[in-house]
């Protein structure tokens, strides 16, 4: 059961996927897909925000059909579509890999009197640790599910929940326990 005054963080799914290595991520992400779908449902139904963080893409704003339209791709569409952010939810855009860094996300999260946060996407190893970092810094309780975090190896994410978890003192579990 996830505790009142809980966000779900959903980081840097709209992704083009167009880079080196871009087809492996992409591949360990469509793994993702429905748990992370399981958490939106969950979070809608018991109405805990939910709140997409992304890069820009040199787009510069914060609109998340702007920054579809220029990640979806015939790669990307398995991921993208089933995750699109709905008009309920809040969408930020990141100019690097923390979600906290040059964002608004402290201070939504402060309004929205948010303590825990469960931090979902990719890549877990990068932006999902980093933004981990920087919340357990703000002295937020995480959660992270191990199903819903993907990195281009599996080495590489499996080292990212071991740092959140030992480390930043993060619950690591599946989400079908976290719900």
């Known amino acids: 059961m996830i505790p009142n005054e809980t ?40 109405q805990h925000p939910i709140i997409y963080i992304n890069d820009h893409y040199e787009l510069w704003k914060a609109d998340y059909k702007e920054i579809y339209q220029k990640c979806h791709n015939d790669v990307s569409d398995s991921i993208m579509t089933p995750l699109q952010p709905t008009d309920k939810d809040f969408f930020l855009i990141k100019p690097k890999h923390s979600a906290f860094y ?34 357990y810094m ?22 990212a929940l071991t740092m959140m978890k030992n480390v930043l003192k993060a619950k690591i579990d599946s989400t079908d326990r976290i719900v």
Do not use: Q, W
């Open 102 to 135: 040059g964002t608004a996300l402290n201070t939504l999260l402060h309004h929205l009197s948010v303590k825990n946060l469960i931090i979902t996407g990719i890549a877990g190893n990068i932006c999902v640790l980093f933004t981990a970092n920087d919340a």
């Open 138 to 159: 703000r002295e937020f309780n995480l959660i992270v599910p191990k199903n819903a975090i993907a990195s281009v190896s599996d080495e590489d994410n499996h080292y």
């Open 7 to 46: 966000a779900l963080l959903i980081i840097d799914i709209m992704n083009p996927f167009d880079f080196e290595h871009g087809n492996v991520l992409a591949r360990h992400t469509r793994k993702i897909v429905e748990p992370i779908n399981t958490l939106r449902h969950y979070c809608t139904k018991h």
